[in-house]
């Protein structure tokens, strides 16, 4: 079977809920953490605009002619989702940009440092996350658009919310852990951990939800549901995205949270938690989006 969206689209779906995540952990943390937060801070503003930056290029080849893509802002189309969309991931992509120029270093601040540069950062920071709510449920809405079985789930776009934040969080952990630079601290790392832990039960609560509901919907909705739990993509939903990208990386928060981590095993630990956190969060997308053209109605 040809499926019309494929990998680039799963890239792309993927890429905004990071960003979404990423730049809403920057801005929380410096409106709520002070000082003690400024690491997590600074690198979620880096972050943020790269992500979504690779998934619109992706998008954009993926089109055929990506040198039209200028059309999809020529109007605003009142009664499709992709066109708010398409808009608000163009805001969000320029604001992120912005707000990562306020938080560079003055001598980096090639066109010139910014006057009253921290309420510029105060406001962005106090808008943006409402415009990451949107971007990163926007890509469970444009499949709830398309009108699939698996796609129809009214949680979709919270589990890709909740998703994107989590990936977030846990991108943010990764580089501030790896980086040599202004590394994040225990207590900034604890803190995160411990927020993407509660992103993660939540995220098997939705997820479970969303099964619930499709098997007991109609017959197509509970097929498509069984294909993720005994079907076709049963192995990778099991394996992929409850074992190696929810559960275990679960788990190895939870030690790291009790301190159950011997110190020479700390970094290692963090890393692969945060690594299988994206694992995890890719195939939510990957899964979801190609068990739901295979699915159709009956």
């Known amino acids: 079977m040809e499926l019309t969206w494929a990998l680039m689209i799963v890239i792309y779906l993927f890429t905004a809920g990071l960003s979404a995540g990423s730049m809403i952990t920057s801005n929380l943390a410096f409106l709520y953490g002070g000082k003690d937060f400024e690491r997590v801070g600074r690198f979620g503003a880096y972050i943020s605009p790269f992500p979504i930056s690779l998934g619109l290029s992706v998008l954009l080849l993926d089109l055929g002619s990506p040198f039209n893509f200028y059309r999809l802002f020529m109007t605003l189309q009142v009664r499709s989702p ?11 992509t320029i604001l992120s940009v912005l707000y990562l120029y306020l938080w560079l270093p003055e001598k ?26 949107g971007v990163a449920s926007y ?14 789930a009214p949680l979709l776009p919270v589990l890709f919310l909740v998703s994107g934040l989590s990936t977030g969080v846990a991108l943010v952990i990764l580089l501030s852990s790896l980086s040599p630079w202004q590394r994040a601290r225990h207590k900034e790392l604890h803190v995160l951990t411990k927020v993407d832990a ?14 619930v509901m499709g098997k007991l919907s109609s017959v197509s909705e509970s097929m498509a549901f069984g294909s993720l739990l005994y079907g076709h993509y049963a192995w990778m939903f099991w394996l992929l995205i409850v074992g190696l990208g929810l559960t275990l990386p679960f788990a190895l928060e939870l030690l790291e949270l009790k301190d159950k981590i011997p110190v020479k095993w700390a970094l290692p630990v963090t890393i ?27």
Do not use: D
């Open 139 to 152: 890509t469970g809405l444009l499949l709830n658009a398309a009108v699939r079985p698996l796609w129809n």
């Open 82 to 92: 992709m066109s708010y969309g398409s808009w608000a991931i163009l805001l969000f």
């Open 198 to 211: 509660g992103l993660i039960i939540l995220e098997c609560l939705i997820i479970l939800i969303m099964i």
């Open 272 to 298: 692969s938690s945060s690594f299988l956190v994206l694992f995890g969060g890719f195939f939510v997308r990957y899964i979801i989006t190609y068990a739901g053209q295979t699915n159709g109605w009956f």
């Open 108 to 133: 980096y601040q090639l066109i010139g440092h910014l006057a009253n540069s921290e309420t510029w950062k105060k406001g962005l920071s106090r808008f943006m996350p409402f415009l990451s709510v």
